[in-house]
């Protein structure tokens, strides 16, 4: 069984930030390589830790067997932020106006791969999309039929610059409207 929680960044402690790394490992390094741990170790340390200082923070946790399984999360992406200003000098100013500023940044979905394949990121995504105050979201992932790009568009996002970083796509979501 599975369950996801939401978590606050004061929930983030060192147990967590563990499991955490342990997840990032799994799904993005080889955990034989130092490398792929300093990478692993620096996202909870630096990365999460800078973002869930941002303001709109949100990040759910699955839990699988007593064991983290996956996590999710995002900010408010605001012009001035790094993401966001670039977003602005690389896609179409009709989609900066429309969709950058103000809009809920989904920074990534992870699952380790042990438990893939069983709907955690679909349950992810959901727990971290709901309720959201934005009117819309943004994403950047690789446009094929990938995982990645098949929960999205199953989930309603839409392509909104097929190229906007070398072989990544941006993917929007209207959220307005949505069950809270």
Known sequence: MTTVNALTPKQLDAGLRTALAKVYLA??????????????ENFVSSTLSRHARRSGFRMVVSTTAG????????FTGKHGQFWSD??????????VETWVGNHFELV????DP??????IAG?????????????????????????????YRGR???????????????????????PA
């Open 156 to 178: 309603g996002w839409q392509v909104l610059v097929p190229e906007v970083d070398g072989a990544k796509a941006l993917f929007g979501l209207e959220l307005s409207g949505r």
């Open 27 to 40: 799904a993005y390094g080889d955990e034989a390589l130092a490398e792929s741990r300093h990478d692993a």
């Open 114 to 119: 042990t438990h893939r394949g069983q709907g």
């Open 123 to 151: 349950l992810l995504h959901d727990h971290l999309v709901t309720g959201l105050p934005q009117d819309r979201a943004l994403l950047a992932t690789t446009p094929d039929n990938g995982a990645a790009a098949r929960l």
């Open 86 to 95: 670039w977003l602005s000098s690389a896609a179409p100013p009709d989609i």
């Open 67 to 74: 064991q983290v399984s996956g996590y999710g999360y995002g």
């Open 108 to 111: 990534d979905i992870v699952v």
